[in-house]
């Protein structure tokens, strides 16, 4: 007998009370299943009569490691096949790294939790056989390679460090600071996010930390980044329900405006969009953001701060800023790369919605 799509499964026993069991959805990376297996621990301390299960699978993005990131093009690159297991009923939560998720998700799924944030900032992880002579992308010299995959790190850091050198680096956290170690690696330096590495245990990595308020750093980071996201069906309500004490309402209101910038200019995880939200005060939210094009020669800058207490004030907030970015040239920044992609779109991976 088959399971409706919109009800967690519930297993029966002769001996004790009908049992949920919450099947839960991640891409089967290890940063990917270390979250996944974060949010069940504490799903579990919070109900702990339901059972939960992992249930891991790979994404578009995860199949193709050799293919840079910004050459997929399209939105969903690692949601998509976790949200058609939703849709069917095969998982009844995802677990997403928020910024990894598009922002207008496919009709019947909701953006059901934002669990408390680890550190959103980007850093710098120096190659082991450099360690004592640089500790920052200051210390660089001329040609040094940088090692990214994301536009966005590119396009920031070639606006202050014009003279480094980029090249693309895919892969998972293990396999990238092997690749950065290896003796005959060209690279100097990678660009990585503090909460992937934090979470991987690896932390102890981190040489330079590239927020607005570090010295030399000045580099915002994506939209959602350090935040995980969990996805659900609009109609599971029992679910919903669920997951709700697990929400951090502080991240949900600084993602949710984050992500209203980065929707209002309809940029992808592709695009150059950098964010950087700080709390300040009673219910204050300081929004930061950035649009530069690849080159790093031209960039756009905004920053408000409001008082945010809903969803619906950090959506408009977001929306504010997203405007002062536009009357500040992003829009112009954003067609160039726009009219660049349409005219790579034969050679990319098109983006089917779930």
């Known amino acids: 007998m088959s399971t409706p799509a919109t009800q967690p499964v519930i297993t029966s026993s002769t001996s004790a009370a009908p049992k949920t069991v919450i099947r839960v959805g991640t891409r089967k990376s290890a940063l990917a299943l270390i979250q996944a297996e974060y949010v069940v621990a504490e799903l579990r301390k919070l109900h702990p009569t339901v059972d939960f299960e992992i249930k891991g699978m790979h994404s578009t993005a995860d199949k193709d490691k050799i293919t840079a990131l910004y050459k997929f093009g399209g939105k969903g690159l690692w949601t998509n096949e976790l949200e058609a297991e939703l849709k069917i009923g095969a998982v009844d939560i995802i677990v997403h790294s928020l910024k990894d998720m598009p922002t207008a998700l496919p009709d019947g799924f909701v953006l059901a939790c934002i669990t408390p944030r680890e550190d959103p900032r980007d850093v710098v992880v120096v190659k082991k056989a450099f360690q004592d002579k640089y ?56 660009i990585l996010a503090a909460a992937g590495l934090l979470r991987a245990g690896v932390g102890a990595r981190i040489s330079q930390y590239l927020d607005s308020n570090t010295e030399g750093g000045g580099m915002l980071h994506a939209v959602g980044q350090g935040g ?59 929004l930061t953001a950035t649009v530069v094009n690849v080159e790093g020669t031209e960039a756009a800058d905004a920053e408000k701060i409001e008082e945010i207490k809903t969803r619906e004030q950090a959506v408009e907030f977001g929306i504010k800023v997203a405007q002062q970015l536009t009357d500040n040239g992003a829009q112009k920044i954003l067609d160039v790369i726009n009219a660049e992609r349409e005219a790579n779109a034969d050679k990319a991976e098109p983006w089917v919605p779930a």
């Not at 040609?143 to 998972?172: C, W």
């Not at 929400?247 to 929707?263: G, N, T």
């Open 135 to 190: 500790k920052t992308l200051a210390d660089l010299p001329p040609g040094a390679v940088v090692g990214t995959s994301s536009v966005r790190r590119m396009a920031q850091i070639r606006r202050r460090y014009p003279h480094l050198e980029f090249k693309d680096m895919r892969g998972n956290i293990d396999t990238r600071v092997r690749k950065l170690d290896a003796e005959d690696s060209e690279y100097s330096v990678l």
């Open 228 to 286: 995980l996201g969990i996805e659900a069906r609009a109609d599971d309500q029992k679910t919903l329900d669920l997951l709700r004490p697990l929400e951090s309402e502080a991240a949900r209101l600084s993602c949710e405006a984050e992500r209203s910038v980065m929707r209002t200019l309809e940029g992808g995880c592709s695009i150059p969009i950098g964010v950087e939200t700080e709390w300040i005060g009673d219910n204050k939210l300081k």
